[in-house]
């Protein structure tokens, strides 16, 4: 058995347990190195935080475990298809890889997929059905918010 198929099966077993817990039916496995360095289930209906998605509190596990949110060189294993939200925080952690067990085809007849959000997404923003704008508001008398940020950056305060 591939390490990947046994990183995969640790998501299932996780999924499951959550779900038999009353979770919802999700598990991930943030590997870097070969070493589990952090697992989550989908917390969301204990929490009540839509965010707690498994894949989303291993990142927030191990960016805690490692103390740095720069996850290069890890990867993710899931129980299923990453949702658009979990994607966008796999590639700001700088994750390499992510492999999932089951599709959004196979959890469309559960309510379990997120193809219909893909979709969404995929459209132009005028197009999407949330209205998103962009207006330019800015603090009086304050610097410039992104300028200022950069400055006490590079430790100009």
């Known amino acids: 058995m591939s390490d990947e198929a046994a990183f995969l099966r640790q998501a299932l077993a996780l999924a499951f347990a959550n779900s038999e817990r009353g979770g919802r039916p999700f598990g991930a496995v943030l590997v870097r190195d070969g070493e589990v360095v952090a697992t989550g289930v989908n917390e969301i209906l204990n929490s009540g935080d839509p965010t707690a998605h498994a894949e989303m509190n291993a990142i927030r596990a191990a960016s805690r475990s490692i103390g740095a949110a720069d996850l290069r060189g890890s990867r993710v294993y899931a129980s299923g298809h990453p949702c ?28 379990l997929s997120t193809a219909a959000i893909y979709e969404d997404l995929a459209k132009p923003f005028a197009e999407q059905s949330m209205a998103i704008s962009h207006i330019p508001v800015r603090l009086e008398g304050q610097f410039d918010l992104y300028a200022e940020w950069k400055r006490r950056q590079d430790g100009n305060v």
Do not use: Q, T, W
């Open 84 to 111: 658009p939200m979990c994607l966008a925080a796999m590639r700001l952690a700088g994750i390499d890889r992510v492999a999932y067990a089951y599709s959004n085809d196979e959890g469309a007849p559960y309510g």
